[in-house]
């Protein structure tokens, strides 16, 4: 089993209106094609963990490690680089931009981050929305459902195969219908091609349905 997320001591405080511990002590392991949800009231601080775990927020105490790299101590330019390379993002809202196709839209992350020429791209693009069943939308601009939008999005995470991809609250936003289509990719992605998955949700049913579910209370992990 290989280890592909290593969280170390994570610490962390918050300042304002005036100094409070909003992480405590957390230690995580996560193993490659784990599909972990992170679950707890809110106010718990999953979400801040989720964001310290992207690298996103690097104003923390302890070490993180992701496939292998330590990233405690990166420069923000040193990040973003990483975090194009090895992390997707699912968010709640799906943020694709309006004035793009479905394809342009999967593209960008791989063209920011330029290891293969424009037409490879787009035909990795056109393969991660075959896999997500949007193929047939590709040349679309609008029109879509919010289940639809979803999955672009997802495509778009996936575009750069990355080490770990990381949902917040995936699921919020759509009804059960949606939701069951959404978690049903996350699985195909988890068993057939061996992704790594950390999805922060509320989502009682989504979370009992992962491999993993952390629950954290009061900025710790209490069941893991």
Known sequence: MSIVLHAQGIT???????KFQVLKNINL??????????V???????STLMYVLSTMDTDYEGNLQIAGASLTGKSQNELAKFRNRHI???????????????????????????EYSAAEIEQRAI?????????????????????QQQRVAIAR???NNPDILMGDEPTGNLDSHNSNIVFDIFRELTTVHKQTIIAVTHDEEFARRTDRVVEMSDGKIISH
């Open 88 to 114: 997707g993002f699912v968010f709640q809202f799906h943020y694709l931009l309006p004035e793009f196709s479905v394809l342009q839209n999967v593209m960008i992350p791989a063209l920011k981050l330029g």
């Open 12 to 18: 962390k405080y918050f300042y304002d209106p005036e």
């Open 40 to 46: 707890g009231k809110s106010g718990c601080g999953k």
């Open 127 to 147: 393969e991660k929305l075959k896999l997500l069943g949007m193929a047939e939308h590709a040349l679309k601009t609008n029109k879509l459902s919010g289940g």
């Open 29 to 38: 392991q996560v193993a490659r094609g784990q599909f972990l949800s992170l």
């Open 157 to 159: 995470a996936l575009i």
